[in-house]
């Protein structure tokens, strides 16, 4: 399987516009591959708390159309990173969307964990509440969104509902780095899959971007990483490798699931 991740620059001088144009015909570019992999936030910039509001769109809004458009064009199974979604009721999500190569729309996942604590996405934004998977010809995916990656029973869930492949977009910032390649490698070992790991670069909300996507295979090996620049990373695997290794070493069998609280 071949998945091409794009780590994006998102820099205050481009039009959203402008970028999703960009963004679009960096998908097109990728035509021979299985998946492409866009990172969080790209149209408006994780960090860019001030635009949220006035970028926001609803789920079939231009972002959906324009990367819908891509994945048909590229013919590849497309998960289009993640935009501000503005819902019926008003309230605001950071949304992901996977498209098929026919460009009909696999999945919408709204990211669960919020972050900012007191402020920023964690006070403007709802949470999400269901895990999503999605079904590729090759392997199953788990979608999640940046800060998920620091809440492991999340992809011990989304494991259990059948995800082979874990997918996380990404605006991670680069003081944290050496927390992402740690959490990427982490979640691979513990869950025995595929991590793909998208972040962008640049600079939005005057935090620098960290980059340096990476690709993890189910033993915690690394199989390509990209720089903290503007790049494509494109990597083949065998999705095969993950059911081998679960049960070379069936560390997931041993799971002991609702034991009560300490007294």
């Not at 789920?59 to 064009?73: F, I, N, Q, S, W």
């Amino acid at each position: 399987m071949r998945a091409s991740l794009i780590q994006i620059a998102v820099n205050p001088d481009e039009s959203v516009n402008a970028r999703r144009e960009r963004a679009a015909s960096m998908v097109v570019a990728q035509r021979g591959a299985d998946l492409v992999v866009l990172p969080e936030l790209w149209p408006v910039g994780a960090f860019a708390y001030t635009e949220f509001a006035d970028e926001a769109e609803p789920l079939r809004g231009p972002t959906y159309d324009v990367m819908a458009k891509a994945a048909a064009e590229a013919g590849v199974w497309l998960h289009a990173g993640s935009f501000v979604e503005r819902a019926e009721d008003g309230t605001l999500y950071n949304t992901s969307l996977v498209f098929s190569p026919e460009g009909e729309r696999a999945a919408a996942y709204r990211k669960i964990h919020r972050f900012g604590f007191d402020k920023g996405e964690a006070v403007m934004m709802g949470a999400g509440e269901e895990l999503v998977t999605v079904d590729l010809p090759q392997t199953t995916l788990g979608l999640s969104t940046c800060y998920d990656l620091r809440f492991p029973e999340m992809f011990r869930g989304l494991v259990g509902a059948g995800a082979e492949t874990l997918v996380v977009a990404a605006g991670w910032p680069e003081r944290r780095r050496p927390h992402w390649t740690l959490l990427a490698q982490a979640r691979a070992v513990e869950n025995q899959a595929y991590v793909l790991a998208v972040g962008s670069a640049g600079t939005h909300g005057g935090v620098e971007q960290a980059g340096h996507s990476i690709v993890v295979d189910p033993w915690g090996e690394v199989l390509a990483e990209a720089g903290s620049a503007e790049e494509v990373l494109t990597v083949e695997f065998d999705p095969a490798k993950v059911s081998a290794t679960r049960e070379q070493f069936p560390a997931l069998k041993d799971r002991r699931l609702g034991l009560a609280p300490p007294h």
